[in-house]
């Protein structure tokens, strides 16, 4: 994946797209920061150590993205959400609500009697599972849900 990028920069900055540029600096900047703090090369990342980074580069792009709409500023908004749609191409799939749910029920049938002092360990399992392929806050929704249906 980290070559993928490097390729896709080359070829930004040969095509003068000049956002895209940008974007890959920073997510390139991302990974190298990461890779710092863990004192190993950025290439010794494999590619869902990679996701992971990524995915955390698109998520705050659009809780930014989020921000700016509220507060009436449509153009840093939209900015945001193009960045956003930049890294998101470095992702997997991510997948449906549905899906999700099929995963969090199989989980759920692995606990006797559920409480909401579960959600922690179910979040984590299927986290697991999933991997880049859901965010972590509609995992977390989902499971929540879930949880206070099997109690009711």
Same mark, same amino acid.
Request: aromatic content about 2%; hydrophobic content about 35%; charged content about 35%.
């Given at each position: ?11 930004a900055l040969?095509? *003068?797209?000049?956002? +895209?540029?940008?974007?890959l ?5 991302? @990974?190298? &920061?990461?890779? *710092?703090?863990?004192?190993? +090369? ?17 998520? +705050? ?6 921000? &700016? ?11 945001e959400?193009?960045?956003?749609? @930049?890294?998101?191409? &470095? ?11 099929e ?16 959600? *922690?360990?179910?979040? =984590? ?5 999933? =991997?880049?392929?859901?965010? =972590?806050?509609?995992i ?12 009711k």
């Open positions: 994946m980290l070559d993928q990028i490097e390729r896709d920069l080359k070829t040969l095509a *003068g797209d000049k956002d +895209k540029v940008e974007t600096k920073t997510l390139k900047s991302a @990974i190298q &920061y990461e890779a *710092g703090n863990k004192s190993i +090369k950025p290439d010794a990342f494999s590619d869902e150590q990679l996701q992971v980074i990524a995915a955390r580069e698109s998520k +705050k792009r659009q809780e930014a993205a989020d921000l &700016y709409k509220n507060a009436g500023e449509q153009e840093r908004s939209a900015r959400l193009s960045e956003k749609a @930049i890294i998101d191409a &470095y992702l997997p799939s991510q997948m449906s609500e549905e899906e999700l749910q995963i969090i029920k199989e989980e759920l049938s692995k606990t006797e009697s559920l409480s909401a002092s579960d959600m *922690g360990r179910i979040i =984590g399992a299927v986290k697991a599972r999933v =991997g880049a392929a859901a965010d =972590g806050s509609v977390a929704r989902l499971v929540k849900q879930s949880l206070e249906q099997s109690s």
